[in-house]
Nanobody
């Protein structure tokens, strides 16, 4: 059974930084695609960033230039978040797929972590 576990969430003031980590288990091979999504109160879940096994990345327009996704190894990913603002406050979820990244939408990812809270105060 595939499991994803996030860590690194917390509270920070506007302009600050946080780094999220996600580790996967229960799958013998490296994931084809790993991504980060977030969901703010009262809003739909939205894609933040993804990275495929070849290192190709994709970002939501709202985080380009501020967030950086990377891979530690075939079954883990990091999300470095800089210049955070209150609009970034949300629960952040790690997601994974065995196939190559197709799009930054929830339906493309069958495996999900439990989420980690990120709160940015003004």
């Amino acid at each position: 059974q595939v499991q994803l576990v996030e860590s690194g969430g917390g509270s920070v003031q506007a302009g600050g930084s946080l780094k999220l980590s996600c580790g996967g288990s229960g799958y013998s091979y490296g994931f084809g695609c790993m991504g980060w999504f977030r969901q703010a109160p009262g809003k739909e879940r939205e894609g933040v960033a993804s990275i495929d096994r070849y290192g190709s990345t994709r970002y939501a327009d709202s985080v380009k230039g501020r967030f950086t996704i990377s891979k530690e190894h075939a079954k883990s990913t990091l999300l470095q978040m800089n210049s955070l603002n209150p609009e970034d406050t949300a629960i952040y979820y790690c997601a994974a797929a065995t196939s190559i990244c197709v799009s930054l939408v929830s339906d493309a990812f069958p495996y999900w972590g439990q989420g980690t809270q990120v709160t940015v105060s003004s």
